[in-house]
């Protein structure tokens, strides 16, 4: 494998952190992100290109590119986009800024990184964009109105730009995982407890339940896998000759896209209820 660069969004723990470890194996050239400088520091002790990114600012996703193109003489072979976080809380209970944050860090930061390097790869005649999505951009599940919205987003503007950049040379792929091991549900629980009022919400009973979800140790579902699971999705986006356009990972995200097809909108909101549990599961 020619050390082929790649750029890998959200690197510090997690699926990123283990794609971006799986492809340096590999033979490529990994250029990882990070927001925090003690996690730059441990991804450069790790021999990893570490690159400074705040998906929520278009400042900071800019010099991002510049630097990634600069370093690879305007070579980059792909990108993962994988840099996110969740907000938990009901719809009603998301104040308009609280969303606005969601989808700069989890849509338009990622829109805006991938914009600015497909130039890039069109002028090589060869490219793959990676895009980590979600079971909850194919069904959506209570309480996770502001994630389902911006993976639901990403799915379509994702499909949008395959059918574009068709014959390019320059592949699109959408990663589609359920429950992974990783950092999401601390994350989320500070989301939570920073922009929600759960005190004073309607939702205040239901939210008891989420919140015992989010502090619970160990996986939350026997289907949960090691992030592993996506690492083979994404070299297969990258080195195979004609990458899918979608990869399921966990077996919740290959059943719920089945039956987002077979069964009716009422049915499937009858089981996505029964299946979030209130938002304790």
């Known amino acids: 494998m020619a050390a082929k660069p790649v750029l890998v969004t959200g690197a510090s723990s997690g699926i990123g952190r283990c794609v971006a470890e799986g492809l340096q194996a590999r033979g490529y050239r ?3 992100t990070a927001r925090r400088d003690v996690d730059l520091a441990e991804l450069g002790a790790l021999g990893l290109d570490a690159v400074e990114l705040h998906l929520d600012d278009p400042d900071s996703v800019a010099a991002c590119a510049e630097r990634v193109l600069a370093a ?54 060869e490219g793959r964009i990676i895009h980590n999505s979600s079971v909850l951009g194919l069904v959506a599940m209570p309480y996770r109105g502001a994630y389902n919205c911006s993976k639901f987003a990403l799915e379509g503007l994702t499909d949008t730009l395959r059918l574009e950049l068709h ?5 699109v792929s959408l990663i589609e995982p359920g429950p992974i ?15 929600i009022d759960a005190h004073n919400s ?8 989420l919140l015992e979800r989010l502090t619970r140790d160990g996986p939350t ?33 290959v059943v719920f896209g089945m039956l987002r097809r077979l069964l009716g909108t009422r049915q499937l909101d009858w089981l996505l209820r029964k299946a979030s549990g209130g938002g304790g599961r």
């Open 221 to 253: 579902t026997p289907f949960t896998l090691p992030p592993e699971a996506v690492l083979d999705k994404v070299v297969h986006a990258l080195e195979s000759r004609r990458p899918r356009p979608r990869y399921a990972v966990t077996t919740p995200t």
């Open 167 to 171: 014959g390019s040379g320059v592949h």
């Open 72 to 125: 690879t003489g305007g070579r980059l072979y792909g990108l993962f986009n994988n840099g996110a976080y969740g907000q938990p809380g009901a719809v009603e209970d998301l104040s308009w800024g609280v969303l606005e944050a969601q989808l700069r860090t989890n849509l338009l930061g990622w829109h805006e990184l991938t914009r600015r390097l497909i130039p890039a790869m069109r002028a090589a005649g």
């Open 202 to 209: 309607v939702h205040r009973d239901n939210y008891a339940a």
């Open 30 to 32: 990994v250029f990882a």
């Open 181 to 195: 091991v990783s950092r999401f549900r601390d994350n989320a629980l500070i989301k939570f407890r920073e922009n």
